[in-house]
Every structure is written in C-alpha cells, then in structure tokens.
C-alpha cells in the first residue's frame, strides 16, 4: 500500500491517540504527549465525519479534562494545532488551553483571525522571492507554513496556483502566516530544491514536480476539484 505523507502523518497521530486512550481505560493518567496526541485526533475525526471547523474545535477541547491528564500537563498544553481534512479541504483548527473545556463561541478562536494585525505574533521573517497574492474566500482563518507546497493550499485560498507550482513560503522554518476571512496577502516564495519530488499535502501532485505535463495534469484537477486560481 502506497501512503501520501501527509496520511502517514495521520496514520501515526491516530496510533499515537489509541494508545493514549488504552491507557487512559486502565486508568492512567496521561502524559503532555498522549493529551496532544488524543485531543488532535479527536478533532481530526470530528471533522472527517462532516462537522462544522467550530464543532471540530468543540470536539478537541471537549476530549479530555484536567483529571485525565497528569498534574503539570494542564499547565504545558497551551495550544494544540492540527490541520483536519473537512470537506472542502484541510484547514488549520487551533486549540487554544484545550483542557479547560469547550469555548464560548466569540472566545473559540481567539484572535486567530487577526494575531498578526493584533500583534501577539511577530511578522514572519520574510525573503527576496518572487511574490505572490493572496485572498481567503474561507469563512475561517486559514494558517500556511513554509513547508507546505503553495500550488496545493485551501482551495478556499485564491492565488495564481501555475506561479505557485513547486514553491514554498519564503520564510523561516517554523514561521505562519494567517489569513483572516476576506483578507488578501502579499506573500514570498522560494523553489523547492533538491529532487523536487513531492507527495502532495492535498494529492494533487504525487511526483516530480518538472515531469512533462505535470502541471498540467494537477491544474486540471485543482479545477475540477474548485480549487480558486487553478
């Protein structure tokens, strides 16, 4: 069986939240590891089964309570992110002390929206590439990060995806950029090295990326899968 990365990476944090809920049925009381692990999941899986991006959030922070964790782990989880797959695509869900319950809905997503205009993030550190625009037609605030190739981001995102292809954010490692709903961005880019294979994070590319007809072949499929700007 032939996985993309990014299932792997699913594969592995669904084995990482079972076994943290064996151990929390034998009565163990889990570790800031197996809390992340089964809180990331939990919203995963609540957005596979077709919930709302709030209920999924719901569905992280009512995963577990304080009692179920060890006695520092309440203090350490501050924030869980995950990327579930909803149904027009994957978008970043952003837990903000999960462990204290659900939110109020004006408090579900505190300032995710706007953390660079409100300041409680530094602006990422950007680089010399070419640029490229970009506007979020979500309803929600969507997270891209420099590992994520851009030809491939929420089809909610509208961008030129041809000028994007085989390019990366131009920022450092580690670095996001958020997108309020309705917000337009001017972001940086930098070509992907090495062998330039990738396995696609929205399986659109699944290859060399300078093949013949590559391009062509994943434009065509991001516009029938309405991805904007393919």
Known sequence: MSLLASEQDRLLLFLAAELARKRRARGLRLTEAEARALIADETCEAARDGAS?????AAGHAALRPGDVLPDVPALLTRVEVEPLF???HRLVVLHHPLLGRREPDEAHPSDLNRHAAGSEPEPTWGDG??????N????AIGLTSHLHLFEVNRA???DRRAAWGMHLDVLPGEKV???PGATAKVRMHPFGGARVLRGHSELVDGPLDAPGALEAALERAHAL???GA
């Not at 991006?53 to 959030?57: G, L, N, R, S």
């Not at 037609?137 to 929600?140: L, N, Q, S």
């Open 137 to 140: 037609h979500a309803e929600v």
């Open 178 to 180: 958020h997108l309020a």
């Open 87 to 89: 149904g027009d695509g």
């Open 226 to 228: 309405g991805y904007r």
């Open 157 to 159: 995102l509208e961008l």
């Open 130 to 135: 070419p640029e490229l625009g970009i506007t």
């Open 53 to 57: 991006y709030a209920e999924a959030a």
